[in-house]
């Protein structure tokens, strides 16, 4: 038996060995199993643990196999003592026979024989059985191997089937989310267009309004300008105007002017004999300042 | 759907232009921007109000003096008394916004008061639009001399809003004629520049002519034929003595004063023609000047002294020509617009000839831009002439005929406006414009 077991474990120790170092854990359990506890389970028990160190992308810290390392190689050896015990009987049951005489030595001798078949008959069907027990062991090794195999890769095709039903959702989210933004950006676009057509007629309008504004202003200045004989074409005067809202001029002031003092005092006298200055017909085109230039042509 | 679109964004781009015009234009100063052109000729309104301390109505009335000499301008129309509501005598009684409702934009204000046994007055310009006080003198007077002071102040009002120098204090000469012939009776004038105050300088039975001022203003040089024949006199006015400067045979007339005052430019006829010649003064030295077969007279000088203006008809009718004073002393034609121009007046800045043209059937006063040559027509009577110019450019004085008899009148240099001046000498002819007296 012991030869059956290190037979048994070498191999699968070595085998699993590179393995179960990451996984040491794991195996310290298996170990502090009885003796009679049957190592296959160690190793069905190490092919369970295999499959997921293939599957898990990440693996345990790997500073805790390391340290159970040499509890492994104390671990092996434990089975020995219990191959002990059957030797001793061995050896009363020899001395017993040596004091029954010589007599009894062809009984004993027979009855051996008998015992030794017996216990060789035993032994077989022990064997036997062991190796029943093996192979159905290995048998539902294999079938769990299987079983397991299988339903890891059902774990595989079911993950990868949820993998691809959820590509395939995140595909169709992402498609929808696509076209949602693209709809969006063509409602912006339309509503921008239509809200830059509004704008573009407001203005429109404004800049009707402004010029109908902005000529009567003109012509109300320019009645009431009386042009002194030293205005003439080349002169150039600004006046900043501030108007209150019902048109009334409630200051003047001189910018840049190259005219002499009747012409400075001809504009702004221009100015505030047109106040109160007329109003635009919409109300919102009315400007507080106003920038006149005076530049008469002859 | 596309060319709509495409419309859209052209407009929608106009749309933005537009929209950072007006930004643009906003953060700084004025947001609306405004272009003047044109203003109006229009006389400006002014309420010249009754001075204080004066009589109203009287001869030495001060703003009736003002209000007259600033309409006679063409640049202004004074209020009319019967429409002032009040009477301010100084700047803090005007109330400007009675004035505005009267629709003036300027109003002169004052007031006569004694100082020692003499008079002083007080007068201020204000803005009635602005409310600014342009104008505050205080002008020393006498009770003689009230005239002479308003004719004062309407030169600093008129200079303070036209921006010229106001010519109300200066004089103009004319020639009146009195009676039917043979016992006529020729006067020669010196009035002031609105028609007042006329003295006469010189009394003859026989013809007295072309009166020229002197560029100093002190002396008038003209022509009379109170020896039967013509001859060219020089006057001091100021003390009337006058000195016989040209007699030769033959007709002598047309003196025009060089600008340093030192010749005289003559139309004489001595070499069988009449033709243009220079007469030194001091020395008498007398200068031919054109030798043309053709009538060449009335002179008129140049201000830079260099050359003359005269009339002659050698293109077969009346025309202007130039004639440099040097050797060559060629001539060449000035005026080409109309069939006939005559009598060159000289403007004050020397850019500019008043003459006389045939314009449309009638013979007016025109003035003509030397330099583009552009000739506008002043006036719209049947037969104006000898035209002058005010010493300060404003002002065309020229005679004209009403009613069968001479009459004086102004013009705008400009055209705006004539007005006539009114005058109970009879028949009056040839006025000249006094220059500026003292130095500008």
């Known amino acids: 038996m012991p030869g059956f077991f290190k037979e048994h474990l070498r191999p699968l120790a070595g085998s699993a060995g590179l393995h179960l170092l990451l996984v040491g854990a794991l195996v310290l359990a298996a170990l502090r199993w009885t003796s009679q506890q049957p190592p296959v389970e160690l190793a069905i028990q190490g092919y369970v643990v295999d499959g997921p160190v293939k599957v898990r992308p990440l693996p345990e810290p790997r500073e805790a196999p390391a340290e159970q390392a040499p509890q492994q190689v104390e671990a092996v050896k434990p089975p020995e003592p219990a191959v002990e015990p059957p030797e001793d009987r061995r050896a009363e049951e020899a001395a017993a026979a040596e004091r029954a005489a010589a007599q009894r030595r062809e009984q004993q001798l027979a009855q051996e024989r008998a015992t030794q078949q017996r216990e060789a008959q035993v032994a077989r069907e022990k064997a036997a059985a062991e190796q029943r027990r093996a192979k159905e062991a290995e048998r539902k090794r294999a079938e769990e191997a299987a079983a397991k195999r299988k339903a890891t890769e059902e774990a595989e095709r079911k993950k990868a089937e949820t993998a691809e039903a959820k590509r395939k959702a995140d595909e169709k989210a992402q498609a929808e989310r696509e076209a949602k933004v693209r709809a969006e950006r063509e409602a912006d676009l339309q509503r921008r267009l239509a809200a830059e057509e509004e704008e573009g007629a407001a203005a429109a309008a404004r800049a009707g309004v402004m010029d109908e504004y902005r000529l009567m202003l003109v012509q109300t200045i320019e009645r009431n300008w009386s042009r002194p004989p030293s205005a003439r074409a080349g002169l150039e005067c600004t006046l900043y105007v501030t108007q209150a809202p019902g048109g009334s001029v409630v200051d003047v002031k001189l910018g840049t002017c190259n005219g002499d003092q009747a012409v400075r005092e001809s504009i702004t006298t221009a100015v505030y004999k047109s106040s109160p200055l007329p109003a635009p017909r919409d109300p919102r085109a009315f400007e507080r300042r106003l920038e006149i230039v005076f530049r008469p042509t002859e | ?440």
């Open chain 2, 1 to 440: 759907m596309q060319p709509t679109l495409a419309t859209l964004k052209s407009r929608a781009v106009a749309a933005l232009i537009a929209l950072v015009f007006l930004l643009v234009a906003a953060p700084g100063h004025a947001q609306l921007r405004l272009d003047i052109t044109q203003g109006v000729r229009d006389a400006v309104p002014i309420a010249v109000v009754p001075f204080g301390g004066q009589a109203e109505g009287g001869a030495n009335d001060i703003a009736a003096v003002v209000a007259n000499d600033l309409r006679m301008s063409g640049r202004f129309a004074p209020l009319e008394r019967r429409d002032m509501v009040s009477r301010p005598t100084s700047g803090a009684e005007i109330r400007v916004e009675d004035w505005r409702l009267l629709k003036s934009d300027f109003i002169v204000v004052g007031r006569v008061e004694p100082d020692g046994d003499r008079l002083a007055v007080t007068f201020e310009l204000h803005n009635v639009r602005t409310g600014a006080s342009l104008l505050a003198q205080r002008l020393p007077s006498t009770e003689k001399g009230l005239r002479a002071t308003a004719h004062r102040i309407a030169d600093l009002v008129f200079e303070r809003l036209t921006g010229i120098p106001g010519a109300f204090s200066t004089r103009i000469a004319y020639v009146a004629v009195d009676g039917k012939p043979p016992a006529q009776r020729y006067r020669l004038i010196v009035a002031d520049a609105d028609g007042f105050s006329p003295r006469t300088v010189l009394e003859s039975r026989e013809p007295i002519m072309s009166p020229a001022w002197s560029p100093d203003g002190q002396k008038l040089a003209y022509v009379s034929f109170e020896s039967k024949v013509s001859a060219v006199y020089v006057q001091q006015l100021a003390t009337g003595q006058r000195s016989r400067v040209s007699a030769r045979a033959g007709i002598n007339g047309a003196p025009a004063w060089s600008p340093d005052g030192r010749k005289l430019a003559l139309t004489l006829s001595r070499d069988g023609n009449l033709d243009i010649y220079t007469l030194d003064l001091a020395t008498q030295t007398l200068t031919r000047v054109t030798s043309d077969e053709a009538i060449d007279t009335e002179a008129e000088w140049s201000k830079d002294g260099q050359s003359l203006y005269f009339t002659s008809d050698r293109a077969g009718n009346a025309q202007v020509y130039q004639v440099r004073l040097d050797e060559a002393r060629r001539a060449e034609r000035v005026t080409f617009t109309n069939g006939y121009n005559a009598r060159p007046r000289s403007s004050p800045d020397g850019k500019q000839l008043a003459l006389v043209t045939l314009d449309r059937g009638g013979y007016r006063i025109g003035v003509m831009d030397l330099a583009s040559r552009n000739l506008r027509v002043l006036t719209n009577a049947r037969q104006d002439e000898s035209p002058s110019f005010a010493p300060n450019g404003a002002l065309v004085i020229y005679a004209t005929r009403e009613g069968g008899r001479g009459a004086l009148a102004f013009a705008s240099s400009d055209g705006a406006f004539q007005q006539r001046l009114s005058s109970d000498q009879g028949d009056v002819r040839d006025p000249a414009w006094q220059p500026f007296t003292t130095p500008r």
